[in-house]
């Protein structure tokens, strides 16, 4: 299985900080890897997909870029409302996989 | 607009099957474009993608090495939705399972709709 490292795996940040997020794939996995944002009792939101394609309708603070192994998820200037867990996914190859999260807060 | 209906159980016993049922809106479970997957999440395994069905002239169905000797996911034509069973469960199965559609976008894939969850709880 392609494990995926995402780091950190806590952020406090304040409102309107530039936040980055990483995430390492085990195995070059091309740029097949989902951004997603998860609030509490919520199924995860697709943020973005194929690394860098924004989703519609999410607002274009939010970014991506990578591939091959090695990839970053970018806020650029963080809202009140971007409290949530984020988690990065590989679905490059069967079993899809997902980073440990990262649980973004408020300073 | 897609929409994904889970129903089912929020308890079940030990050895005993769970069982869940993902309805679909907007979609249908034969698309050639789509493929239909469940994914459950717990704090001690995070997200965990289980296995998928999906439609090219014939079904397909793959799963995760974890859990391939006791799942089963099936699709439903006449109802358009598909199902989870999972045999001989355990504590460690206990967990908040989602269904969830990946749709073809041009040359890539995205896990774009997900179902609204449904813990489940395996004790006696």
């Known amino acids: 299985d392609i494990q995926m490292t995402q780091s950190p795996s806590s952020l406090s940040a304040s409102v309107g900080d530039r936040v980055t997020i990483t995430c390492q794939a085990s195995?070059?996995?091309?740029?097949?890897l989902h951004w997603y944002q998860q609030k509490p009792g919520k199924a995860p939101k697709l943020l973005i997909y194929?690394?860098?394609n924004l989703e519609t309708g999410v607002p274009s603070r939010f970014s991506g870029s990578g591939s091959g192994t090695d990839f970053t998820f970018t806020i650029s200037s963080l809202q009140p409302e971007d409290i949530a867990t984020y988690y990065c996914?590989?679905?490059?190859?069967?079993?899809?996989?997902f980073g440990q999260g990262t649980k973004l807060e408020i300073k | 607009q897609v929409q994904l209906q889970q129903s089912g159980p929020g308890l079940v016993k030990p050895s005993q099957t769970l069982s869940l049922t993902c309805a679909i809106s907007?979609?249908?479970?034969?698309?050639?474009?789509?493929?239909w997957n469940w994914i459950r999440q717990s704090p001690s395994r995070g997200l965990e993608w289980l296995g998928r069905?999906?439609?090219?002239?014939?079904?397909?169905?793959d799963y995760a090495v974890s859990v391939k000797s006791r799942i089963t996911i099936n699709p439903d034509t006449s109802k358009n939705q598909f199902s989870l069973q999972l045999n001989s469960v355990t504590p460690e199965d206990t967990a908040v399972y989602y269904c969830?559609?990946?749709?073809?976008?041009?040359?890539?894939?995205?896990?774009?709709?997900w179902g609204q969850g449904t813990l489940v709880t395996v004790s006696s």
């Open positions: 969830a559609r990946i749709a073809r976008t041009g040359t890539t894939w995205r896990f774009d709709y």
């Open positions: 907007g979609d249908s479970v034969s698309s050639n474009s789509a493929t």
């Open positions: 069905t999906y439609y090219r002239s014939k079904w397909y169905y």
């Open positions: 195995q070059d996995i091309n740029k097949y």
């Open positions: 194929a690394a860098s």
């Open positions: 996914q590989q679905y490059n190859n069967l079993p899809y996989t």
